[in-house]
Structures are given as structure tokens and as C-alpha cells.
Nanobody, 124 residues
Framework: QVQLVESGGGLVQAGGSLRLSCAAS????????MGWFRQAPGKEREFVAA????????AYVASVKGRFNISRDNAKNTVYLQMNSLKPGDTAVYYC?????????????????WGQGTQVTVSS
């Protein structure tokens, strides 16, 4: 099993920045791909960004390109999401996810392991 623990959420004004972290423990060799999803009230869980283990490939949802950056530190088994120029529309619970697959996936059903989520609230 893999345990994922997110941190770094909070309340920020529009235009501000936050950095989310997700630390993996347990069978971390199963975390070949790691990603971030978000879910706003009344909406489906949405893909935000993902990265593969060698950090050769990343993917982003169009609405965050140029504002968010995903990275990982394999020595620390941690993935990060740097979020800049935040907008009220970015308000959601952000979830970290991981899977054994080696190719980046963008659908929630492709990820076997999930964190509990961290709230990000962007005020206008």
C-alpha cells in the first residue's frame, strides 16, 4: 500500500500563490506517476497536473497552464504543486494521487492511491 499526505492548502487572495506538497510512504515504488486533482462543491473531480518518475513528462489541464507547476523529489518521495496567479475558480479540495503506471494518465480511475485532500480557497 501507499499512503499519501497532502499539505500546504489554505486561504489566499486572488493573484496570490500557494505550494502544495504530497508525501508518499509505504510501497513508494508504486508511485511511478503522481498527480493532482481538484474537486469543487457540486462538481466532478478534475485533473490538474501529473508527472512521471523521471520527471521527463508532465501534463496540465488547460486552465492552469502557465500558472501551475508540478515537480517531484524522488529522494523524498514527495510531489509538489506550485500554484501562482490564483483565481477564485481555483477554489477546491486538492487531492494528490499516485499509480504504478509509467505513462501519465488524466482520469481519476487511473490512479490507485489517493490522499485525503487539502482545501484551497481563493478570495476575490
Amino acid at each position: 500500500q501507499v499512503q499519501l499526505v497532502e499539505s500546504g492548502g489554505g486561504l489566499v487572495q486572488a493573484g496570490g500563490s500557494l505550494r502544495l506538497s504530497c508525501a508518499a510512504s509505504g510501497r513508494t515504488f508504486n508511485t511511478n506517476i503522481m498527480g493532482w486533482f481538484r474537486q469543487a462543491p457540486g462538481k466532478e473531480r478534475e485533473f490538474v497536473a501529473a508527472i512521471d518518475r523521471p520527471e521527463r513528462n508532465t501534463a496540465y489541464v488547460a486552465s492552469v497552464k502557465g500558472r501551475f507547476n508540478i515537480s517531484r523529489d524522488n529522494a523524498k518521495n514527495t510531489v509538489y504543486l506550485q500554484m501562482n496567479s490564483l483565481k477564485p475558480g481555483d477554489t477546491a479540495v486538492y487531492y494528490c494521487a499516485a499509480d504504478l503506471r509509467v505513462t501519465i494518465e488524466t482520469t481519476p480511475m487511473s490512479y490507485a492511491y489517493w490522499g485525503q485532500g487539502t482545501q484551497v480557497t481563493v478570495s476575490s
